[in-house]
């Protein structure tokens, strides 16, 4: 079966953990070239030495989403390094989760800036590369707390719904030169909860992932397939979820 991810090259954002780090490895792991953005370069340098260590290429670059200049640094990266931009994933999220009565207009600018406008920038980073190569694929990581909208979540189902649409009318305006694909990952197994303020509502979260969350290595697979299909399909959303997740 012919591999369509050999020799692609793939810019991932929120690489340093989690489904980010899955997906480079996965698709590393395929023959992609991959380049990772996060801001703790730390953890990127020893995932790109595990890669290169298992005979892939891999690069990163220290990003932090909400600075523009820094996603239109890790596309340049990924040009100068390895000739071209194939996928940019817009991978990177932030979670706070609080009632809106209890006005956490800090939480709400912080997930407005990294889940909206960080993937805004990340479009507008690979958007140039992929018009004058005339074709590209997005891949746009929405989980499914867009879906079914729950108390405490509403800003951050927000954002996420906010990329949703941002997604379909970017694949409305491509008139087949780029592919753009929705991810909507359900529970799973990141250090993404740890970082939610409300002390009580991250104790509930991380118990309920201890039960059913699976692993970010099924994730990086969907996003694995989205890519991996002919250039002439585009698959536009991905659900993928614990089989017992309501």
């Known amino acids: 079966m012919e591999n369509r991810i050999a020799g692609k090259v793939v810019a991932i954002t929120g690489a340093s953990s989690g489904i980010g780090q899955a997906t480079a490895e996965v698709l ?17 340098e020893r995932i790109v030495e595990k890669i290169q260590q298992n005979g892939g290429e891999a690069a990163f670059l220290a990003v932090d989403v909400t600075r523009r ?17 194939d996928v940019m994933i817009n991978n990177a999220g932030i979670s706070q989760l609080y009632p809106m009565e209890d006005i956490d207009v800090e939480g709400w600018e912080q997930m407005i800036d990294v889940n909206l406008k960080g993937t805004l920038y990340g479009i507008a980073a ?13 891949i746009n990581v929405i989980p499914t707390a867009g879906i079914t909208i729950v108390p405490v979540m509403g800003v951050y189902a927000g954002t996420k719904n ?13 008139q087949g030169r780029w592919r753009v694909t929705g991810v909507s990952p359900g529970y799973v197994s990141t250090e993404f909860a740890g970082k939610i303020k409300n002390d009580a509502l991250r104790a509930n979260i991380q118990k309920n ?5 699976i692993p970010a290595e099924a994730i990086a697979r969907a996003i694995a397939y989205a890519i991996d299909q ?8 991905i659900v993928i979820r614990p089989a017992v997740q309501s």
């Open 162 to 174: 906010a990329v949703r649409t941002i997604s379909e009318g970017l694949r409305q305006e491509s």
């Open 28 to 44: 590393a792991a395929m023959g992609a070239k991959v380049v990772l953005g996060a801001r703790r370069d730390d953890h990127l």
């Open 230 to 237: 002919p250039d002439n399909v585009d698959v536009g959303d």
């Open 126 to 138: 690979a958007m140039p590369i992929f018009k004058e190569a005339g074709s590209g694929h997005f």
């Open 209 to 213: 992932a201890e039960k059913m969350a």
């Open 69 to 85: 200049e820094d996603l239109t640094g890790l596309t340049e990266l990924a040009v100068n390094k390895f000739g071209k931009l």
